[in-house]
């Protein structure tokens, strides 16, 4: 009997999951009295190299990066060309972390090393730890982490000016592992930087340091998280520049707390000036009645400044008044409704303002100033009700004599079973004063700040995802505080409620917080 061969397409048979394996490497892995300038790794699989300038840590670092190929194409080898002059008794690693990866599958080869000793041992001591954010819950990724020795030779400057002896980096997690460290004491920072370059940059970069000397081989793990900040920069002035007729900018960086602005030049007797920084920008704006002058002198000062500078006056155009209100369809029973301008506003003409509900009957309500270029409507807001607030032209006039035109806004507000509420019962085991913050999405929706245990509420919430935090104002000045590497001052500690909040509607949530 016979018959055909069936017909069909051949099965490929099991996935690889399998990662690469190293087969050889020369000079062998952990090679002491190095002398070489090149070095050749082979696999069991072709290889390719996947982000290779981010997961690569050489330490100590290296002035000139080596030379590692091929790159772009799959290889059963890759060789490592050092460009460099190497210390002497010094132990090298390699760490490519998750770069090696199989050419078929992209199975990784984790936290693959090459090491070697320009010495006649290998050092072996290690040191573990982790890295968290010092306000925020953002997920840190690609920190550096340094380790200086402390010998002779080390002053606080050195983090400016050299490279440490020793790095590591937390690649995709928030952990990291030093191996093959020499016993000794060590300075262990932490660095949030584009460049990769080891050198600390305050302006651009952000920084977290351990507070006490690391002892090796006696302290193998870092107890506490290691808290990455912003340093807040040194005061300094950059430029004056008219930006519109009557409107100056003064920018500048660092702390505002003590700048001063005041005018030098002699200016008639009806002149009038407003300042007021603009929100979460290393920006002044200032203010004036329009003159017939080429240039205005001042003093710019701050606590350790000052300095006087002149600005033209060249601008023939400016400002029209433009009026803009925060409700748009609904207005919250927890909030106020607000009238924005961008030019300071000089005078109100209630009778050219109105409100009235949905059956038409006029509402009462008051407008208060809240800032040069801020005014609040306040009445007494019913649930589940449509108004209508209207401003008529020439309701609101600015500095310049500009007036606004028509505005008419209609919003509702919802019953009160529309909304949640959140009471937190907060147990204070802290000596300093407290911050508690409510926040969506990383804004701040109320703030309430406490000296003692007691029970907060947060009512009339909108149903959505909340979190809180709790600040410890150790410094008692109502804000949070970053650190300084150099005064040794570790940033205000920042405790979040281990859980989120999703608020539904007609609900209270009840929690217990303690904060230690």
């Keep these: 009997m016979a018959s055909c061969a069936r017909k069909g397409r051949p099965e490929g048979g099991p996935k690889d999951e399998d990662a690469p394996i190293m087969v050889t490497a020369n000079p062998p892995y952990e090679t002491i009295h190095f002398d070489k300038k090149n070095i050749r790794i082979e696999f069991d699989e072709y290889v390719v190299l996947k982000d290779l300038s981010k997961q690569l840590v050489v330490s100590p670092p290296l002035k000139n990066p080596p030379l590692i190929t091929p790159q772009g194409t799959p290889s059963k080898y890759i060789n490592i060309k050092i460009l460099d002059t190497l210390k002497s008794n010094t132990t090298y690693t390699f760490n490519f972390g998750n770069a090696i990866q199989d050419n078929n599958e992209n199975n990784k080869l984790e936290s693959f090393k090459y090491v070697f000793s320009t010495g006649n041992y290998i050092d072996s001591l290690t040191l573990k730890g982790n890295i968290s954010p010092s306000f925020t819950k953002e997920k840190l990724k690609q920190i550096g982490v340094l380790l200086y020795k402390l010998d002779s030779t080390y002053n606080d400057s050195i983090i400016y000016k050299q490279k440490p002896n ?25 660095l949030k930087q584009a460049s990769n370059n080891y050198l600390f940059n305050s302006k651009t970069d952000k920084i977290g340091f351990f507070t006490d000397t690391i002892y090796l081989p006696k302290d193998t793990a870092v107890i506490n998280p290691i808290r990455i900040f912003k340093e807040l920069q040194p005061y300094k002035f950059k430029r004056g520049k008219e930006i519109t007729k009557g409107k100056i900018l003064f920018g500048f960086e660092g702390e505002k707390e003590n700048m001063k602005v005041d005018l030098l030049s002699t200016v008639p007797s009806n002149f009038k000036s407003f300042s007021e920084y603009e929100k979460d920008k290393d920006t002044l704006y200032y203010w004036y009645t329009p003159i017939k002058q080429d240039s205005l002198n001042f003093i710019i000062s701050n606590t350790n400044f000052k300095d006087t500078i002149t600005v033209r006056l060249r601008k023939k155009k400016i400002d029209s008044l433009a009026v803009s209100s925060n409700v748009s369809r609904v207005l919250h029973l ?69 007036t606004n035109d028509s505005l008419d806004y209609k919003f509702n507000t919802l019953t009160t079973e529309e909304y949640g509420s959140i009471i937190l019962d907060i147990k204070k085991e802290t000596k300093y004063p407290v911050i508690i913050q409510l926040l969506n999405r990383d804004v701040v929706i109320k703030t309430k700040y406490i000296s003692t245990s007691e029970k907060i509420e947060f009512n009339l919430l909108e149903p959505k995802e909340y979190t809180v935090r709790a600040i410890i104002d150790e410094n008692n000045n109502h804000k949070w505080d970053t650190g300084n590497f150099l005064l040794r001052k570790q940033p205000e500690q920042v405790i979040y409620f281990e859980t989120s909040f999703k608020l539904r509607a007609n609900w209270i949530q009840n929690e217990t917080f303690v904060i230690k």
């Design 166 to 190: 020793y790095v590591t980096n937390t690649l995709d997690s928030t952990n990291f592992e030093f191996t093959n460290l020499r016993e000794g004491k060590y300075l262990l920072l932490a």
């Design 334 to 402: 927890n909030d106020t409704m607000f009238l924005n301008s961008n030019n300071p506003i000089e005078t109100i003409d209630k009778t050219k303002f109105s409100l009235v509900d949905k059956d038409t009957i006029d509402v009462a309500f008051e407008l208060k100033k809240q800032g040069i270029n801020k005014l609040a409507v306040l009445f007494s807001k019913k649930p589940k009700m449509g108004y209508n607030f209207k401003v008529l032209p020439k309701g609101v006039i600015d500095l310049y004599e500009t």
